[in-house]
């Protein structure tokens, strides 16, 4: 039977939040609904943080108020405190992603706490949701490849703290290189020690292609057994406090990767560009992700002759 990869769409989240043009909320609605209607099934749509310091993820209630509920997606909320936590479960997010740095350079700077408040907060988050309900927790370990104050980030703190995350019992531990500071033979190593330090958690990848290495990362982590990465439709993303940092891998990338080589997504490629075109038009720049500006292979004209 044909492996499925699972990708989960981060556009409408990490894809937005460096842009220099804000969208509106049923601009933002839209892109969504785009990216469902192309077989985005797990999709990143908001976050819950302080507009007033990310003003790119402003109108977070009213996105998730303006989708229809429909069986078999997710959407997904990222969270950083508590009080983003309680907006998360206040939203009827489908799930929380929490975001934990692996460096205290970037912690503070980007979440205004280190890495043991943050892993404080992760512990308290689970400790809710086991006595009041509330949606699937994930946590993403960012720069756990590397961090742009710090520099290289020992392997050990991060599976260190993937066991402890284990411990506390996240549905999914997410390990994330946020300024595309990785290769295909550390992301095996780092994948090897998170699995060994919480064997019953599930994995999920999420690479940047700052220093274009994200699809050889994916490849290397399809190849040791991780079904489920992160992608952004155009290779939109960044973060604004990570300097220099570019998008993420493009969905479209990676579909056309995985499936040439005869893995299932669940994605519609065509779509997937339509989707980025269109959204190059608000942004006012092409797509950053190859497919969408050299197109699918074979070509239509070649399949047709």
């Known amino acids: 039977m044909t492996r499925h990869i699972e990708i989960v769409e981060v556009g409408p989240r990490d894809g937005l939040q460096n842009e220099k043009i804000l969208l509106d909320v049923p601009q933002k609605l839209e892109f969504i609904q785009r990216l469902e209607a192309a ?11 302080n507009p007033r ?4 993820m402003d109108g977070a ?16 909320g990222l969270v950083l405190n508590m009080r983003g936590w309680d907006r998360c479960v206040a939203a009827a997010c489908d799930e929380a992603n929490v975001v ?11 979440q205004g706490s280190t890495m043991a408040e943050q892993m404080a907060t992760l512990a308290a988050i689970t400790q809710r949701r086991s006595v009041e309900g509330g949606p699937p927790v994930s946590v993403t370990f ?3 490849f590397g961090c742009p104050f710090e520099g290289e980030v020992p392997h050990e703190r991060v599976v260190a703290m993937a066991a402890e995350a284990g411990a506390l019992g996240v549905d999914e531990i997410a390990l994330g290189d946020t300024i595309g500071a990785a290769d295909p033979w550390t992301v095996r190593k780092l994948i090897d020690g998170v ?22 990362n994916a490849y290397a982590a399809v190849e040791a057994g991780v079904d ?3 992608a952004s439709c155009g290779g939109l993303g960044g973060c604004p406090f990570a300097p220099d940092a570019t998008g993420n891998i493009g969905t479209e990338d990676l579909v056309y990767m995985l499936e040439r080589a005869g893995y299932a997504t669940g994605y519609d490629l065509d779509g997937l560009i339509e989707t980025a075109k269109w959204m190059s038009g608000f942004l006012g720049k092409p797509p950053a992700a190859s497919v ?11 399949t047709s002759a």
């Open 292 to 302: 969408s500006r050299a197109g699918v292979f074979p070509m239509p004209a070649l």
């Open 61 to 76: 209630e009213e996105i998730m108020a303006g989708l229809a509920r429909h069986a078999g997606r997710s959407r997904i």
């Open 195 to 216: 699995r060994n330090a919480a064997p019953t958690t599930r994995l999920r990848m999420h690479f940047h292609d700052t220093r274009n290495t994200g699809l050889a």
């Open 39 to 49: 077989g985005a099934r797990r999709t990143e749509v908001v976050s819950f943080v």
């Open 228 to 230: 489920v990465l992160d």
């Open 100 to 110: 934990v740095c692996a460096s205290d350079g970037f912690a503070i700077r980007n």
């Open 142 to 144: 960012s720069v756990a």
């Open 53 to 56: 310091r990310v003003p790119q």
